[in-house]
């Protein structure tokens, strides 16, 4: 039967998923990245996990492939991780290259939001559809594009950066990539901090979700940064559907955890911000399947 491994690796941890012939993850296991190792270490590591879950397959099944994502950019055709900002010592990295010499199966790499997407396709929220647009909001916001089955990669792979999208060139806060008034600013784990604290100077400390629920406790400062951010999201999202006629949006990462707060006022906002006959259209849906969502993702690709 065909087992396959998931994995997501990322910046301070990565997480590896023994994936069943059904799809099913069913076993789990976590491990630091310790990037500042460099990439050697990690692929010892996952090599060392990948051979305990063969010694535990049923009788004469095997495991035929691994999926791993990581952040970008990336080379997915050779397999490269590129330049990722939280890997330093992982640029130009031949990540399939490196895990397959260790492990002796076939590797895919892919990007660490199109690997969530394809799970949500597949296994999520975006099951029975062949065109969706996934993003996720952290510390940054980024989107992966599938149209028609197909991930939109764009020249160099760049497809998807919403979150450097402009929406107020004018008035918009300086964001770290140095334009004004990018979607990040307004919705980022960072930036619901900045802005809470600036309503409540007192405040300290208080993270994008704890915001998210003060949001939901009737604290009139925070209802007014989500509201914010989830108008910001509901105008990104209408600009996508004018421009790619995709009606299904999946919002995925951290600050997803605060829900209709965040996703009430982007329903309102995104048909308010695009034609009658695509803003009723529009659907804004939470990620389903959490933190499994690039490994079932890398999965699917295992497969392939």
């Given at each position: 039967m065909?087992?396959?491994?998931?994995?997501?690796?990322?910046?301070?941890?990565?997480a590896i998923g023994l994936i069943n012939p059904q799809d099913q993850i069913v076993e789990r296991v976590r491990l630091p990245t310790l990037a500042e190792e460099g990439p050697a270490s990690i692929v010892a590591r996952i090599g060392d996990?990948?051979?305990?879950?063969?010694?535990?397959?049923?009788?004469?099944?095997?495991?035929?492939?691994?999926?791993?994502?990581?952040?970008?950019?990336?080379?997915?055709?050779?397999?490269?991780?590129?330049n990722p900002t939280n890997l330093p010592k992982f640029y130009n990295t031949p990540m399939s290259q490196l895990l397959g010499d260790r492990l002796g199966i076939a590797i895919r790499l892919e990007h660490d939001a199109k690997a969530a997407a394809l799970g949500e396709m597949h296994f999520g929220a975006g099951r029975g559809v062949s065109s969706l647009v996934y993003i996720v909001i952290g510390t940054g916001v980024g989107a992966a594009i599938i149209l028609d089955g197909q991930i939109i990669r764009g020249v160099r792979n760049f497809a998807g950066e919403i979150g450097h999208a402009t929406l107020d060139p004018y008035n918009g806060e300086r964001?770290?990539?140095?334009?004004?008034?990018?979607?990040e600013t307004y919705m980022s784990g960072p930036w619901l901090e900045r802005r809470y604290h600036r309503l409540r100077p007192e405040s300290s400390g208080v993270t994008g979700e704890q915001i998210a629920h003060l949001a939901t406790e009737g604290d009139p400062a925070a209802a007014q940064v989500?509201?914010?951010a989830g108008e910001a999201?509901?105008?990104?999202?209408?600009?996508?559907?004018?421009?790619?006629?995709?009606?299904?949006?999946?919002i995925g990462g951290?600050?997803?955890?605060?829900?209709?707060?965040?996703l009430n006022p982007a329903r309102q906002a995104a048909p308010a911000h695009s034609f009658i006959t695509v803003g009723p259209r529009i659907r804004i849906e939470p990620a389903a399947l959490g933190d499994d969502g690039p490994i079932l993702g890398g999965g699917w690709l295992a497969r392939r």
């Open positions: 065909n087992w396959v491994v998931g994995i997501d690796l990322g910046g301070t941890k990565t996990v990948v051979d305990g879950f063969r010694t535990r397959l049923p009788a004469g099944e095997a495991l035929t492939g691994l999926g791993i994502c990581a952040p970008g950019p990336i080379d997915p055709i050779n397999g490269i991780i590129v964001c770290a990539c140095g334009s004004l008034g990018c979607v989500m509201n914010g999201l509901g105008i990104a999202i209408a600009t996508l559907a004018m421009v790619l006629d995709i009606e299904l949006y999946i951290s600050v997803v955890k605060a829900g209709d707060v965040l």
